[in-house]
Structure formats: structure tokens, C-alpha cells
């Protein structure tokens, strides 16, 4: 039987940006009648507004009874479950007892959104961007399948002209309080900033005259325009390297031709072999290595448009969906052992 996928897709923020691009290259790898969405914040909405009284737990387990039954109306394969649904243990089991292989893709912080750990048992795969302890524990419980697996480029317009760039640094993502340290300070400097993502509409400070969008929209353009594109943790990675994320943007500003400054953390260094980027240790650091990138600018932009081919033809969302059929290839071996075995 060829592989028919149910994707739940993300119900919030950049999750959910980054889940409908995975759904796009499934269709278009898989075949669209292959491919069925289960669209988690619709259906939340719906149940949220038939409900007499506001019940979020009401909704989720309304929710849940849909997703498996479309599921198995679909005659599904595979479930891929996307970061941040709100999709049970309880039907997990039930849809792997059914023989549906069920895997996750979770593209967030395990230190903040941490679900994981009540659901990760019911997962035949589980793909995360992450090592530290998503790994541990699928080293411990052989039965869920760990995999290494990073964000990608949503391959936004070629990179704009060296006269075109009209701002320093671009910085995409939630304000925190680290983040608001590290860009005001590049700001003290005299650095031209473009900032956006949710929440910054709700900022008072002097960083207001930098930011041009408080929604989670396709911002290529504006990075496309800045010579240095800037990854920031939520939090400061000084207490805890070794576990610190780096944003999916990163592969944006890769591919928008931006120079990438990144916090200096070892998955940086791991995820981005093969390209140029640069590094920095603390806000006190940054905005040296700013005026450095700047002051070399002629060999940077021959270098980020280095990294922009690179990003196109190795980095895509295509090439990661390509990977998760790979590894549901291996899900699926080891599931048909254990129905052999009786397992």
C-alpha cells in the first residue's frame, strides 16, 4: 500500500508558518491525494465556540475524537503531528494500535514547550531540532525513535542588491527580555535595526522606531534588505550552551542572502557545516562584530551569496520532507517486525 500521510498542522505563531511549508512540499512530493491536513486551530475554534462554557480541555478531547477518526476514515499510513498540537497520548496509542506508524516533528525549545514529555512515549519517531534530553529519553525507550532532524528555508526572492540593502541587522522573533538587551544595545551603537514577529506591537522602548510588523508574516523582504541577519536565543545561552536552540530563521537568512551572526552555541556549529556564518559570545560582543562584518562588506556578500545557493539546493523544506519519508521508511520495517513478533 502506498504511504498516505495525515499531517496535523500547528495551531499558533511561527509554528504554524513553518508547518503549512511542510505541508506545501508534502504535497508536492507525496501527491496531494496522498496528503490530508487536520487543520488543529480550526477545529479548536469550532469546539471552543459550540461549548456553553469556555473548556479548553472540553475542546482538546473534541479535537482529538475528530483527528482520529478522520485519520482512520483516510486509511492513513502515517500521522506526522507538527509542533505544538495538542494531540493526546491516549490517541496516539489508539492509532498505533490501528497500524498507523506515528511520528512528530518538533521544532521548538524542549526547555519551554515541554509537552514532549507527556506525549513522546506514544511517538514511533520523533524529529526534533534539538539534542540534550528529547534524545536521552529516546535512547531509554528504544520504542520511540529519535532523529536529528533541523528547520528549513522557505526559499523567499533572491537576495537584493548591495545597493538595496537599506538596514544593518534584521532580527525575526518574540521580544524577551535578552533579546530587548542584545538589539538595544546594537541600536546604543548606532546600528540600523529592522525588527518583527508577535508580540513586539505591545514594546515601549527604543527600539520602537526599528520594528515594522508585530504578526508572524513572510518577512523575506525584510531580511532580504539587511545586511546581517541575527539569531537570538529566548533566553541568554550563557548558563546552558550545550542545550540552546537556534531558530528556524536562521536557514531564512541564509537563503534571503544575509549574512548570519549567531550566538556562538555547539548546534549552531553542528546544523550549519558548510556555510560562513559569524559568532558572538555576548551583547557586549555583538555590536563589534556587526561594524566587522560591515567594514568587510565586499567579501561577506560574495560569501552570503555563497551561502544563498547552498541554502536553495540542500536546505529546503523539500529536502526535510524528503527526509522524514526516509525515516518512516525505517518506522515502518520496525513496526512490521513487531507485529510479527507479536510485540
Known sequence: MMPRWFIALSPDGAARSAGESIIAAFREIAGGDSVKTFDTLAYRTA??????APDDTMAADL????????????????????ALCPITLFSLDLLR????????????DFRRAAYWKDVIAGYDLFCAVQRGAVEAW?????ST???????????????AGPEEKTVDVAFIGLPSEYRIDVLENLAAHGISLAVAGSG????????????RSGKWTDHAAMVGSARIGINLSKDDPADNRADTQISPRVYDILAAGAVLLTEDVPLAHELLRGYRFHVFTDRKDAPAKVR?????WKAEKAAAESNRARAASQDTYGHRVRRIIDLAGGCGARDAGRRHSGA
Not at 479535537?63 to 507538527?82: E, G, P, Y
Request: with cysteine; net charge positive.
Open 47 to 52: 469546539f471552543q465556540k459550540l461549548l456553553a
Open 63 to 82: 479535537l482529538n475524537q475528530s483527528l482520529i477518526v478522520q485519520c482512520l476514515d483516510f486509511r492513513a499510513t502515517h500521522l506526522l503531528v507538527l
Open 97 to 108: 494500535r490501528q497500524g498507523v506508524i506515528t511520528m512528530h516533528w518538533f521544532y521548538e
Open 138 to 142: 529516546c535512547k531509554a525507550h528504544p
Open 145 to 159: 525513535h529519535y532523529a536529528l532532524l533541523p528547520t528549513a528555508a522557505s526559499l523567499p526572492p533572491p537576495a
Open 200 to 211: 513586539w506591537e505591545s514594546y515601549r522602548g527604543s527600539l520602537q522606531p526599528f520594528i
Open 292 to 296: 566587522a562584518i560591515i567594514a568587510d
